[in-house]
Protein backbone atom coordinates (compact mmCIF):
# COMPACT_ATOMS: atom_id res chain seq x y z
CA UNK A 1 0.00 0.00 0.00
CA UNK A 2 1.55 3.55 -0.46
CA UNK A 3 2.56 5.49 1.42
CA UNK A 4 0.02 8.31 1.27
CA UNK A 5 -2.65 5.82 1.42
CA UNK A 6 -1.62 4.24 4.43
CA UNK A 7 -1.43 7.64 6.42
CA UNK A 8 -4.95 8.77 4.69
CA UNK A 9 -6.58 5.16 6.06
CA UNK A 10 -5.09 6.29 9.80
CA UNK A 11 -6.05 9.58 10.02
CA UNK A 12 -9.50 8.85 8.78
CA UNK A 13 -9.67 5.31 11.48
CA UNK A 14 -7.83 8.27 14.20
CA UNK A 15 -10.99 10.52 13.14
CA UNK A 16 -13.66 8.01 13.93
CA UNK A 17 -12.23 7.06 16.96
CA UNK A 18 -12.04 10.57 18.16
CA UNK A 19 -15.85 11.39 17.15
CA UNK A 20 -17.09 8.07 18.90
CA UNK A 21 -19.51 8.81 21.63
CA UNK A 22 -18.32 8.64 25.22
CA UNK A 23 -20.55 7.37 27.89
CA UNK A 24 -21.79 10.32 29.39
CA UNK A 25 -20.90 11.07 33.33
CA UNK A 26 -22.93 10.03 36.19
CA UNK A 27 -25.77 12.20 36.86
CA UNK A 28 -23.91 12.77 40.52
CA UNK A 29 -21.01 14.99 38.95
CA UNK A 30 -23.07 17.61 37.47
CA UNK A 31 -25.61 17.67 40.97
CA UNK A 32 -24.55 20.90 43.01
CA UNK A 33 -23.14 20.21 46.51
CA UNK A 34 -26.07 19.43 48.79
CA UNK A 35 -27.26 22.18 51.23
CA UNK A 36 -29.67 21.55 53.89
CA UNK A 37 -32.65 23.36 54.37
CA UNK A 38 -31.89 25.23 57.36
CA UNK A 39 -28.72 26.66 55.70
CA UNK A 40 -30.34 28.26 53.14
CA UNK A 41 -33.03 29.52 55.03
CA UNK A 42 -30.39 30.92 57.63
CA UNK A 43 -28.59 32.27 54.01
CA UNK A 44 -31.85 33.90 52.55
CA UNK A 45 -34.48 36.87 53.91
CA UNK A 46 -37.30 38.67 52.66
CA UNK A 47 -37.95 42.49 52.60
CA UNK A 48 -40.99 43.86 52.35
CA UNK A 49 -39.75 46.20 48.86
CA UNK A 50 -39.73 45.92 45.41
CA UNK A 51 -36.59 48.34 45.36
CA UNK A 52 -33.86 46.36 44.57
CA UNK A 53 -32.05 49.06 44.33
CA UNK A 54 -32.60 50.19 47.84
CA UNK A 55 -31.57 47.15 49.03
CA UNK A 56 -28.51 46.45 47.28
CA UNK A 57 -27.37 49.92 48.61
CA UNK A 58 -28.55 49.18 52.00
CA UNK A 59 -26.05 45.42 51.18
CA UNK A 60 -23.07 47.71 50.19
CA UNK A 61 -23.49 50.16 52.86
CA UNK A 62 -22.74 47.70 55.30
CA UNK A 63 -20.34 45.81 53.49
CA UNK A 64 -18.41 48.82 53.42
CA UNK A 65 -18.47 49.83 56.76
CA UNK A 66 -16.97 45.77 57.42
CA UNK A 67 -14.14 46.91 55.28
CA UNK A 68 -15.24 44.83 52.33
CA UNK A 69 -15.06 46.08 48.88
CA UNK A 70 -16.98 45.51 45.92
CA UNK A 71 -14.99 43.54 43.28
CA UNK A 72 -18.23 43.10 41.06
CA UNK A 73 -21.74 44.46 41.51
CA UNK A 74 -24.77 44.96 38.83
CA UNK A 75 -28.02 46.05 39.61
CA UNK A 76 -29.95 45.09 36.97
CA UNK A 77 -28.98 41.30 37.34
CA UNK A 78 -29.75 41.93 41.28
CA UNK A 79 -25.98 40.68 42.55
CA UNK A 80 -22.67 42.27 44.26
CA UNK A 81 -19.14 40.16 44.93
CA UNK A 82 -17.28 41.70 47.61
CA UNK A 83 -14.28 40.64 49.40
CA UNK A 84 -11.98 41.72 52.35
CA UNK A 85 -8.60 40.48 52.95
CA UNK A 86 -6.38 40.35 55.68
CA UNK A 87 -3.82 38.18 57.19
CA UNK A 88 -3.80 35.49 59.91
CA UNK A 89 -0.24 34.43 60.65
CA UNK A 90 1.80 33.70 57.48
CA UNK A 91 -1.30 33.36 55.54
CA UNK A 92 -3.00 35.68 53.28
CA UNK A 93 -6.88 35.59 53.81
CA UNK A 94 -9.75 36.61 52.19
CA UNK A 95 -13.14 36.66 52.97
CA UNK A 96 -15.74 36.81 50.75
CA UNK A 97 -19.64 37.85 50.52
CA UNK A 98 -22.19 36.95 47.40
CA UNK A 99 -24.98 38.39 47.22
CA UNK A 100 -28.46 37.87 45.24
CA UNK A 101 -31.49 39.99 44.99
CA UNK A 102 -34.74 38.38 43.38
CA UNK A 103 -38.13 39.85 43.24
CA UNK A 104 -40.48 37.45 45.09
CA UNK A 105 -43.96 37.44 46.28
CA UNK A 106 -47.73 36.69 44.24
CA UNK A 107 -46.62 40.34 42.14
CA UNK A 108 -43.40 40.54 42.43
CA UNK A 109 -44.19 43.27 45.32
CA UNK A 110 -41.24 42.02 47.66
CA UNK A 111 -37.65 41.10 47.44
CA UNK A 112 -35.23 37.39 48.42
CA UNK A 113 -32.14 38.55 49.43
CA UNK A 114 -29.52 35.78 49.35
CA UNK A 115 -26.28 35.75 51.33
CA UNK A 116 -23.09 33.51 50.99
CA UNK A 117 -19.69 33.92 52.97
CA UNK A 118 -17.14 32.07 51.80
CA UNK A 119 -13.13 31.88 53.70
CA UNK A 120 -10.14 31.79 51.49
CA UNK A 121 -6.36 31.66 52.89
CA UNK A 122 -3.39 31.17 50.89
CA UNK A 123 0.74 30.19 52.55
CA UNK A 124 3.41 32.15 51.75
CA UNK A 125 4.06 30.38 48.38
CA UNK A 126 0.88 31.45 47.27
CA UNK A 127 -0.94 28.00 47.18
CA UNK A 128 -4.49 27.64 48.30
CA UNK A 129 -4.26 26.31 52.38
CA UNK A 130 -8.53 26.91 52.65
CA UNK A 131 -11.56 27.28 50.76
CA UNK A 132 -14.69 26.96 53.24
CA UNK A 133 -18.51 27.68 53.39
CA UNK A 134 -18.95 29.93 56.50
CA UNK A 135 -21.87 28.36 58.34
CA UNK A 136 -22.40 30.37 61.01
CA UNK A 137 -25.70 31.62 61.86
CA UNK A 138 -24.85 34.96 63.55
CA UNK A 139 -22.86 36.07 61.02
CA UNK A 140 -26.02 36.23 58.19
CA UNK A 141 -28.38 37.07 61.35
CA UNK A 142 -25.97 40.17 62.40
CA UNK A 143 -25.52 41.27 58.17
CA UNK A 144 -29.21 41.24 57.23
CA UNK A 145 -30.31 43.28 60.95
CA UNK A 146 -28.20 45.80 59.59
CA UNK A 147 -29.34 46.23 56.12
CA UNK A 148 -33.08 46.37 57.54
CA UNK A 149 -31.03 49.06 59.73
CA UNK A 150 -29.86 50.72 56.76
CA UNK A 151 -33.06 50.18 54.62
CA UNK A 152 -35.32 51.97 57.98
CA UNK A 153 -32.86 55.08 58.71
CA UNK A 154 -33.87 57.82 56.71
CA UNK A 155 -31.21 58.93 53.53
CA UNK A 156 -29.24 62.32 54.04
CA UNK A 157 -30.40 64.75 51.36
Known amino acids: ?7 ALCSLTALAL ?5 APP ?9 ISQDERAQQTRVYQTEDRGALLGACIAVLRRHGFAA ?4 STL ?3 VAAKDGTSGDERTRLRASIAAAPAGEFGMETTLRLTFQRLAWNARGR ?3 RERV ?9 FD ?7 SPSPE
Open 78 to 80: GVI
Open 18 to 22: GCAAS
Open 26 to 34: PPEALALAP
Open 135 to 143: REPAEYAGF
Open 1 to 7: MPRSRLL
Open 71 to 74: EDQD
Open 128 to 130: ETL
Open 146 to 152: EVSRELA
